[in-house]
């Protein structure tokens, strides 16, 4: 017997079809070891040494490798052909000599781009030992993210509160997006006109021409830039005779792009497809490991983390078949295209994301795949069939028109674009971010001297505008250009961006928080070399040459701490002072812009003698009064968020994040929105100072809803809460709709039922209130949810259990009866398939999570176990390196405290006070 490891249990299963009864097939889940959460895990004292520890589902994993390993005839290690492939490889036989469980076995390494059955089986014939030098990169690249995460993310908690983590590539990308942010707000519009003539020829055919010359100068777009100097120009036009001046027609042609890489494949799903990084590769991977089709379960693409845009001559040669007979010959080029990348430090050792057969025509394979499977294979499918396409041919024209007025010329010109002959566009073209495409069109035809008539003139004005912000797919476009991170690392370092609330999403654009403004100013005033864009860039470059067997790992490590370590040093001694004077110079066209009538823009407009500043509190940063505590003003960083004068109200103790939206009417009272330390919440009045005073009246946020989004009507009727929805039809009795400490709720009586994910509690009406209730009253007594049948997926094959994927308190999840699993975040409760349950289920029984019989009543319960601070960095060291970020504990697991006022009787649940630990990981 031949014992094969591979990561992912999908992946063994298919695997496993291909090899047959000599072989068995074992997934690893993963890595099996990892750097433990504590100082010390790199230790540059001892040359760098690295001390792994085996998690828990590690430790069983290997037992049950080791178990399968004594007495085979040989280990194949086949775990995925990148570098993260190679490092979890060697972490296997690494664990297993450690146990002594290989004694006399061979141990053999072999790739495959794809899972397919020729070519695991041409992997299997061609079998190589564990490429070192690739492992060295690994442990250089996980050693760095470590280093930064450990020691910079202290600093920041000591002398930033309210930041949460730093990261060797995360803090870079995240300068780019506040950069951008920078430049926008810095931006000074600028007027210009267009001037554009609608004219027809002879024959009645009517098209326009643009202002381009006059008096044999050249007029660029932004030259003509005041209404009195369009003016002038109109009225001359308006006097003018027209002609044509010469005709030019040049052919022109339209190249294909080249199949995808990690990076374009990332961008392209993003445009066409609206997908975030972190979920086109989720699909991606499903598209890789395989799907069931005809009784075999295949490899529908080829590994999906490469930067290669190469093929497999067979591939092209597949490729060409497939265009000669779907779209004809004439769409077939003479010769194979051939493309090379031009990414920096790309590596192009792998080939490009393609199918792994062209014939399977996505119309033929969208019937085995979930929607966005669908869609995504399609969008690949059509890349790279369109690449080996013959290019387009065009037509490009150019008129250009001379307008007489008297003895003085005005040059105008006319352009378009003729498709003569569509090529690849017959298939795919590619999106764009920002720009649009220059409108297609065809001009009449003219002859040079032809006459022309003027319809009519128009002159418009126009503003420059600001650089637009970073959409997700333009921020990797742009890493990428700059060689900062790697392919597999895109996903990751832009999902810890948004989970520590650096950076949201805004109308698919990427918008910095102030949270994340004041972390970059920190890291460019203190540490600026290591948020520098090139310094990143040659760090990666040094990582794949220690890939290429170049330089020696350590060496780049000595090189990188020497320095670092004495940055971190030097910030011991930084006063408090120091970082807010550093943080107000940097920042301060953001905190205190100009104001209109040119008066001080850092004046108190409280107590007027006192200057504004940048402070920091228990909660974070925020601007206060110089002449705290006689003064209490407080607001948020960005005046823009204060409504009116930028006038913001006393602060309690100083506390930051106050924002007064305006005054309600029935009460005379401010209502205003906060920063809590468990999140924002709006406010009516403010405390009183005598002891037992009574509280204002408060309300959380609903799920969607930001501090920064939220207007006066929104929060005047969350301040309405509970509103009656409806009565009950049988008793009469109101039916309420709230916001509890779990969600949004309605209530009747003592029956509480929680919302639904496209419920809104401002806005549900009677009939879903109802149904809510009266499901939930038929569900049993005492206000217990009613149980949910769920969606039945099919069976889990190792233990006969059903399974079927329902909607929990705390979102969806998939049960099999004994064990539940919760989805991980993004994945649809509608779209989830048994495949990709078995794999959660099976984590789920190994991380020892089968549901266990409650304690008898009275009975000890077992104390909960401690939360490190310095936890919290493991997430954004490893989305620096090419793993993926640490699965946080799910909320079924755990439920996330948050704001305000009440807890949800819904679920009964008492509030838990955040441990010390927790606290310093929130910044508080």
Same mark, same amino acid.
């Given at each position: 017997?031949?014992?094969?490891?591979?990561?992912?249990?999908?992946?063994?299963?298919?695997?496993?079809?291909?090899?047959?009864?000599?072989?068995?097939?074992?997934?690893?889940?993963?890595?099996?070891?990892?750097?433990?959460?504590?100082?010390?895990?790199?230790?540059?004292?001892?040359?760098?040494?690295?001390?792994?520890?085996?998690?828990?589902?590690?430790?069983?994993?290997?037992?049950?490798?080791?178990?399968?390993?004594?007495?085979?005839?040989?280990?194949?290690?086949?775990?995925?052909?990148?570098?993260?492939?190679?490092?979890?490889?060697?972490?296997?036989?690494?664990?297993?000599? =450690?146990?002594?469980?290989?004694?006399?076995?061979?141990?053999?390494?072999?790739?495959?781009?794809?899972?397919?059955?020729?070519?695991?089986?041409?992997?299997?014939?061609?079998?190589?030992?564990?490429?070192?030098?690739?492992?060295?990169?690994?442990?250089?690249?996980?050693?760095?993210?470590?280093?930064?995460?450990?020691?910079?993310?202290?600093?920041?908690?000591?002398?930033?509160?309210?930041?949460?983590?730093?990261?060797?590539?995360?803090?870079?990308?995240?300068?780019?997006?506040?950069?951008?942010?920078?430049?926008?707000?810095?931006?000074?519009?600028?007027?210009?006109?267009?001037?554009?003539?609608?004219?027809?020829?002879?024959?009645?055919?009517?098209?326009?021409?643009?202002?381009?010359?006059?008096?044999?100068?050249?007029?660029?777009?932004? !030259?003509?830039?005041?209404?009195?100097?369009?003016?002038?120009?109109?009225? !001359?036009?308006?006097?003018?005779?027209?002609?044509?001046?010469?005709?030019?027609?040049?052919?022109?042609?339209?190249?294909?792009?080249?199949?995808?890489?990690?990076?374009?494949?990332?961008?392209?799903?993003?445009?066409?497809?609206?997908?975030?990084?972190?979920?086109?590769?989720?699909?991606?991977?499903?598209?890789?490991?395989?799907?069931?089709?005809?009784?075999?379960?295949?490899?529908?693409?080829?590994?999906?983390?490469?930067?290669?845009?190469?093929?497999?001559?067979?591939?092209?040669?597949?490729?060409?078949?497939?265009?000669?007979?779907?779209?004809?010959?004439?769409?077939?080029?003479?010769?194979?295209?051939?493309?090379?990348?031009?990414?920096?430090?790309?590596?192009?050792?792998?080939?490009?994301?393609?199918?792994?057969?062209?014939?399977?025509?996505?119309?033929?394979?969208?019937?085995?795949?979930?929607?966005?499977?669908?869609?995504?294979?399609?969008?690949?499918?059509?890349?790279?069939?369109?690449?080996?396409?013959?290019?387009?041919?065009?037509?490009?024209?150019?008129?250009?028109?001379?307008?007489?007025?008297?003895?003085?010329?005005?040059?105008?010109?006319?352009?378009?674009?003729?498709?003569?002959?569509?090529?690849?566009?017959?298939?795919?073209?590619?999106?764009?971010?920002?720009?649009?495409?220059?409108?297609?069109?065809?001009?009449?035809?003219?002859?040079?001297?032809?006459?022309?008539?003027?319809?009519?003139?128009?002159?418009?004005?126009?503003?420059?505008?600001? /650089?637009?912000?970073?959409?997700?797919?333009?921020?990797?476009?742009?890493?990428?250009?700059?060689?900062?991170?790697?392919?597999?690392?895109?996903?990751?370092?832009?999902?810890?961006?948004?989970?520590?609330?650096?950076?949201?999403?805004?109308?698919?654009?990427?918008?910095?928080?102030?949270?994340?403004?004041?972390?970059?100013?920190?890291?460019?005033?203190?540490?600026?070399?290591?948020?520098?864009?090139?310094?990143?860039?040659?760090?990666?470059?040094?990582?794949?040459?220690?890939?290429?067997?170049?330089?020696?790992?350590?060496?780049?490590?000595?090189?990188?701490?020497?320095?670092?370590?004495?940055?971190?040093?030097?910030?011991?001694?930084?006063?408090?002072?120091?970082?807010?004077? =550093?943080?107000?110079?940097?920042?301060?066209?953001?905190?205190?812009? /100009?104001?209109?009538?040119?008066?001080?823009?850092?004046?108190?407009?409280?107590?007027?003698?006192?200057?504004?500043?940048?402070?920091?509190?228990?909660?974070?940063?925020?601007?206060?009064?110089?002449?705290?505590?006689?003064?209490?003003?407080?607001?948020?960083?960005?005046?823009?968020?204060?409504?009116?004068?930028?006038?913001?109200?006393?602060?309690?103790?100083?506390?930051?994040?106050?924002?007064?939206?305006?005054?309600?009417?029935?009460?005379?009272?401010?209502?205003?929105?906060?920063?809590?330390?468990?999140?924002?919440?709006?406010?009516?009045?403010?405390?009183?100072?005598?002891?037992?005073?009574?509280? /204002?009246?408060?309300?959380?946020?609903?799920?969607?809803?930001? =501090?920064?989004?939220?207007?006066?009507?929104?929060?005047?009727?969350?301040?309405?809460?509970?509103?009656?929805?409806?009565?009950?039809?049988?008793?009469?009795?109101?039916?309420?709709?709230?916001?509890?400490?779990?969600?949004?709720?309605?209530?009747?009586?003592?029956?509480?039922?929680?919302?639904?994910?496209?419920?809104?509690?401002?806005?549900?009406?009677?009939?879903?209130?109802?149904?809510?209730?009266?499901?939930?009253?038929?569900?049993?007594?005492?206000?217990?949810?009613?149980?949910?049948?769920?969606?039945?997926?099919?069976?889990?094959?190792?233990?006969?259990?059903?399974?079927?994927?329902?909607?929990?308190?705390?979102?969806?999840?998939?049960?099999?009866?004994?064990?539940?699993?919760?989805?991980?975040?993004?994945?649809?409760?509608?779209?989830?398939?048994?495949?990709?349950?078995?794999?959660?289920?099976?984590?789920?029984?190994?991380?020892?999570?089968?549901?266990?019989?409650?304690?008898?009543?009275?009975?000890?319960? +077992?104390?909960?176990?401690?939360?490190?601070?310095?936890?919290?960095?493991?997430?954004?060291?490893?989305?620096?390196?090419?793993?993926?970020?640490?699965?946080?504990?799910?909320?079924?697991?755990?439920?996330?405290? +948050?704001?305000?006022?009440?807890?949800?009787?819904?679920?009964?649940?008492?509030?838990?006070?955040?441990?010390?630990?927790?606290?310093?990981?929130?910044?508080?």
């Amino acid at each position: 017997m031949k014992v094969v490891v591979v990561e992912s249990p999908a992946k063994a299963k298919t695997i496993n079809k291909y090899l047959g009864r000599d072989y068995e097939v074992l997934a690893s889940f993963g890595h099996i070891r990892d750097l433990p959460a504590k100082d010390g895990s790199v230790d540059p004292e001892q040359d760098f040494h690295m001390l792994w520890e085996l998690e828990d589902r590690g430790a069983k994993r290997v037992s049950e490798i080791a178990k399968a390993v004594k007495g085979a005839e040989k280990l194949i290690l086949a775990t995925d052909p990148d570098r993260e492939g190679e490092a979890i490889s060697w972490h296997v036989l690494e664990a297993l000599q =450690a146990k002594k469980a290989l004694k006399d076995v061979p141990v053999e390494r072999v790739t495959f781009n794809a899972i397919t059955r020729d070519a695991i089986q041409t992997a299997m014939a061609q079998p190589r030992v564990i490429d070192q030098a690739l492992v060295d990169a690994y442990l250089a690249r996980r050693a760095l993210d470590y280093l930064v995460g450990f020691n910079l993310s202290p600093v920041l908690w000591r002398k930033l509160p309210g930041a949460r983590s730093a990261g060797r590539v995360q803090s870079v990308a995240l300068r780019l997006v506040c950069e951008r942010e920078r430049e926008i707000e810095t931006f000074k519009p600028r007027e210009y006109w267009s001037l554009v003539a609608t004219l027809a020829t002879e024959a009645g055919a009517v098209f326009e021409a643009r202002l381009v010359g006059a008096d044999g100068k050249r007029i660029q777009r932004l !030259d003509v830039g005041t209404g009195a100097e369009a003016e002038a120009f109109k009225r !001359d036009l308006e006097l003018a005779v027209f002609s044509v001046a010469s005709v030019e027609a040049k052919p022109a042609k339209r190249h294909p792009q080249p199949p995808f890489t990690t990076s374009t494949l990332q961008q392209e799903a993003s445009r066409k497809l609206g997908l975030a990084p972190a979920q086109t590769m989720r699909i991606a991977q499903r598209l890789y490991e395989g799907t069931e089709i005809g009784g075999e379960t295949v490899g529908l693409i080829t590994y999906m983390r490469t930067d290669g845009v190469d093929m497999a001559p067979e591939a092209v040669a597949d490729a060409r078949t497939v265009i000669g007979r779907e779209y004809g010959e004439k769409y077939l080029p003479a010769a194979p295209r051939k493309y090379s990348t031009k990414a920096k430090n790309a590596q192009e050792a792998h080939e490009a994301v393609r199918p792994t057969d062209m014939g399977r025509l996505p119309k033929e394979v969208g019937r085995y795949l979930e929607p966005e499977q669908a869609k995504l294979y399609e969008l690949i499918w059509i890349r790279t069939v369109a690449s080996q396409m013959e290019s387009a041919e065009l037509e490009r024209t150019t008129v250009d028109v001379q307008a007489m007025v008297g003895p003085r010329r005005i040059d105008l010109r006319a352009t378009g674009q003729v498709v003569k002959f569509d090529g690849f566009l017959t298939l795919y073209q590619e999106g764009k971010d920002d720009e649009e495409d220059e409108e297609t069109r065809r001009l009449p035809a003219m002859a040079a001297g032809d006459a022309l008539r003027r319809e009519r003139i128009a002159a418009t004005q126009h503003f420059t505008e600001p /650089p637009p912000r970073y959409s997700e797919a333009s921020l990797v476009k742009r890493m990428e250009e700059l060689g900062i991170g790697r392919p597999s690392t895109y996903a990751a370092v832009l999902q810890v961006l948004r989970d520590r609330e650096y950076v949201r999403l805004d109308k698919k654009r990427l918008v910095p928080e102030d949270k994340g403004r004041l972390v970059t100013g920190f890291l460019e005033s203190f540490f600026r070399r290591y948020v520098e864009y090139d310094f990143t860039a040659d760090l990666e470059t040094q990582l794949d040459r220690v890939s290429n067997d170049e330089i020696n790992w350590r060496e780049v490590l000595r090189e990188f701490w020497r320095d670092f370590s004495a940055a971190i040093a030097g910030t011991k001694e930084l006063r408090t002072s120091e970082v807010l004077e =550093a943080l107000n110079e940097l920042l301060g066209e953001h905190i205190f812009p /100009p104001k209109q009538d040119g008066g001080n823009p850092r004046a108190c407009p409280n107590c007027a003698s006192g200057q504004l500043s940048l402070k920091l509190g228990k909660f974070g940063a925020f601007v206060g009064c110089s002449n705290y505590p006689e003064c209490k003003y407080t607001r948020q960083l960005a005046a823009s968020s204060v409504e009116g004068d930028g006038e913001g109200t006393s602060g309690e103790g100083g506390q930051p994040g106050v924002r007064v939206l305006g005054t309600d009417p029935a009460t005379n009272l401010p209502v205003s929105v906060r920063d809590g330390r468990f999140g924002p919440f709006v406010q009516l009045g403010e405390a009183g100072a005598e002891k037992g005073a009574e509280k /204002p009246k408060r309300s959380s946020l609903p799920k969607g809803v930001s =501090a920064a989004s939220l207007d006066f009507e929104t929060a005047l009727k969350l301040l309405a809460l509970p509103r009656e929805v409806a009565r009950h039809p049988e008793t009469g009795e109101p039916i309420l709709a709230n916001l509890g400490r779990y969600g949004p709720y309605v209530q009747h009586g003592k029956t509480y039922a929680n919302l639904g994910r496209d419920d809104d509690v401002l806005e549900i009406g009677a009939n879903r209130a109802i149904d809510l209730i009266v499901q939930k009253e038929q569900g049993g007594g005492r206000g217990r949810p009613a149980a949910d049948p769920g969606r039945p997926l099919g069976t889990d094959p190792t233990n006969g259990n059903a399974v079927t994927v329902k909607a929990g308190k705390y979102g969806p999840y998939v049960t099999d009866g004994e064990t539940n699993a919760t989805l991980p975040k993004g994945t649809s409760a509608e779209a989830v398939t048994l495949e990709e349950a078995l794999p959660l289920l099976a984590a789920r029984r190994e991380a020892g999570g089968t549901k266990k019989k409650a304690p008898a009543r009275g009975g000890a319960r +077992k104390a909960p176990a401690k939360t490190t601070a310095k936890s919290t960095v493991k997430t954004a060291a490893k989305a620096d390196g090419d793993a993926a970020p640490a699965t946080k504990k799910s909320p079924a697991e755990k439920p996330a405290a +948050k704001n305000p006022a009440a807890k949800n009787p819904a679920t009964k649940k008492p509030a838990t006070k955040p441990t010390a630990a927790k606290k310093a990981v929130a910044g508080e």
